[in-house]
Structures are given as structure tokens and as C-alpha cells.
């Protein structure tokens, strides 16, 4: 599936770790948006839903 990511979680724990990044990390560990396409085989997902996803990190980009 394809999200259009509409927001980003910005925590405390992040905001410390954004003070100390070495590149080529990313920040962020929160999205949220609606889906855009989805593939052959996806079941469960339509286009227009809102999602929301989880990510070690690079939401913020």
C-alpha cells in the first residue's frame, strides 16, 4: 500500500535524540494518513481509509 502521510508524531524522546542525530539518521517513529493505492494481495485496506503506522524511525521524512 501507498500512504499519504498527513502527520507525524513528535515525542520528548525524540526531540532528545533530534539534539544528538549523527546523519544519516531520521527521526520519528509516528504516522498518520490515508491510503493512496495498495497492491495485488492486499486485503483489509481501501483507498481513502485512514491509517496509522509505526516505524524505528524516518517518519519525519
Not at 17 to 28: A, C, S, V, Y
Not at 37 to 58: E, I, K, N, P
Amino acid at each position: 500500500m501507498l500512504v499519504q502521510v498527513e502527520a507525524v508524531g513528535v515525542t520528548l524522546p525524540g526531540l532528545y535524540h533530534l539534539r544528538d542525530l549523527e546523519l544519516p539518521q531520521r527521526p520519528g517513529g509516528e504516522s498518520a494518513g490515508r491510503v493512496v493505492a495498495v497492491g495485488t494481495g492486499v486485503d483489509g485496506l481501501v483507498v481513502g481509509q485512514r491509517v496509522v503506522g509505526l516505524a524505528m524511525s524516518g517518519a519525519i521524512a
